[in-house]
RNA sequence: GCGAUCGUAGCUCAGCUGGUUAGAGCGCCGGUUUGUGGUACCGGAGGUCGCGGGUUCGAACCCCGUCGAUCGCCCCA
């Protein structure tokens, strides 16, 4: 009877050649520009209390009601793997005493996990980049954070997606314009979606973008933020607007964008394809690739005191489809052994030619006269063939000549003159 | 949770209206050829046709079930 082999859990992947390509290059340059923007980076458990995240997120959401894993520990304490980063970082804030470093910039990455069905750029193990601003009432935070996302997917040479940007208003404000839009769709709730007359007792909001043409006529007649501002709140957005303008940041109010979690306050924002381009192509159904905003009152759900803060995340596999196909990087030196007796002088060049830097890979194994076709196939800088019989001249062969001189020094200086390595006679 | 499409070698796929020992390309292994070399040729290994049941003289192909994948709905990164 022959073992069976465990199959990988739905929703996750094992990423490997150019997709990981990307997914390293998303990540690189996240760290990068983190460092530029001067957010410090933190590491995060990737499980916490449930409470942690029913109380932040709030109950009545998806992400709580049915996508979350969670499990009892031997202990009998309910603990879930992260859904996202902003509840366990706003927790970590609170019970480190980080408000003395107030206001704190940090990034994160890593996997996070949502009970859901996978579908193109949706996982149930998926990844993200994160920044929080976290103790920073003033609009500059919202516009640094902005400026700094911005910057991230220009790096990424991401072109053809443009920041939407709304803002939801003080509790006050986003209290009052909600019971309106209650109001509104209730009147002709005859005439909605089935789904919107759900998210009407339910999720109000997220009636405004609805994809269901029959919603979308009265999505457009429907009231706006706008009437409900608050002066200091209207305030507060004009200034995080004039901010991005004078950042040179991108972007388009979107009166409808409202996001799905119960913690938002005034600005909300994210980073979506325009319509028809290769980016949105590139990810289907999926078209958020940055999403995040300000959470004023999410520490207070935790038992904190009140503490204004902003973040965004970004699925880094979305990210890492839309920054094009990276191949695995070529090797700049493959050392071929055409001759197995030759083996300990090639494990030395291969050792020296590291140690300056060089990136190198040995070709060792099969008959031995593919082997230098499987090196050329491999498309390196430079091949070096060790122990070729009947070969005259230069073992070196690349189009590179001052690569050539360079390896050709090296290799005699450190190698083909120490008599330990030379080939047998 | 719902819907659609799909499931044949390591990979990409072919397999006509059901009909002999299930094929190709790539990859892998070996050999020959070439000989400042990425070529060409020959040979080889490798398949419970996702799984279970049914119809039939006969099923990779038709039917039912099941599992899995993909894409979409809901929701979201």
């Known amino acids: ?50 409470e942690v995240f029913s109380r932040a997120i709030g109950e009545t959401t998806d992400v709580v009601s049915k996508e979350m894993y969670s499990f009892e520990d031997r202990g009998g304490d309910s603990l879930t793997l992260r859904p996202e980063f902003t509840a366990g970082i706003a927790r970590a804030y609170l019970t480190n005493g980080w408000q003395q470093h107030a206001p704190l910039r940090v990034a994160t990455h890593g996997p996070l996990f949502r009970y859901e069905r996978p579908q193109k750029g949706r996982y149930r193990q998926f990844h993200q980049i994160d920044a929080e601003i976290l103790g920073a009432a003033e609009p500059m935070a919202d516009v640094e954070l902005l400026a700094m996302a911005d ?149 207070e759900s935790l038992g904190g005191p009140p503490t204004p803060a902003v973040g965004w995340a970004a699925g880094i596999e979305r990210l890492a489809m839309l920054v094009g196909e990276r191949g695995d990087v070529p090797a700049d030196v493959i050392v071929v052994v055409e001759d197995d007796e030759r083996m300990a002088q090639s494990f030395a060049a291969l050792r020296v030619l590291r140690e300056e830097g060089l990136s190198a890979e ?38 590179d000549e001052v690569l050539v001189d360079r390896l050709g020094d090296l290799l005699y200086e450190k190698v083909f003159s120490n008599p330990t390595t030379s080939p047998r006679t």
């Open 151 to 299: 910057h991230v997917l220009r790096d990424l040479g991401i072109t053809g997606v443009t920041l939407h940007l709304n803002t939801l208003g003080d509790a006050d404000s986003r209290e009052r314009w909600r019971s309106a839009l209650v109001a509104y769709f209730r009147e002709v709730a005859g005439d909605l979606s089935a789904e919107s007359r759900a998210r009407l007792e339910k999720n109000p909001l997220r009636i405004l973008d609805s994809k269901d043409p029959a919603d979308r006529r009265f999505v457009a007649e429907a009231p706006t933020i706008d009437t409900f501002l608050s002066d200091e709140a209207l305030r507060f957005f004009e200034q995080v607007t004039d901010g991005l303008d004078a950042a040179g940041v991108g972007w388009t109010r979107a009166r409808s964008l409202v996001r799905g979690l119960d913690y938002y306050r005034h600005t909300a924002f994210e980073f979506v394809p325009d319509e028809g381009s290769a980016a949105a192509a590139a990810l289907g159904a999926q078209s958020t690739v940055l999403g995040g905003g300000r959470y004023d009152g999410l520490m």
């Open 1 to 50: 009877m022959k073992p069976s082999t465990p199959k990988a859990i739905r929703g996750t992947q094992d990423i490997f050649g150019a997709e990981a390509e990307a997914f390293a290059f998303v990540v690189d340059t996240f760290e990068r520009v983190r460092k530029l923007y001067r957010f410090r980076r933190v590491e995060m458990p990737v499980f916490e209390r449930t």
């Open 362 to 399: 040995l070709i060792a194994s099969g008959s031995a006269r593919k082997r230098f076709d499987k090196a050329a196939k491999a498309n390196p800088r430079a091949i070096l063939s060790i122990g070729a019989q009947g070969m005259m001249g230069a073992p070196i062969r690349s189009n």
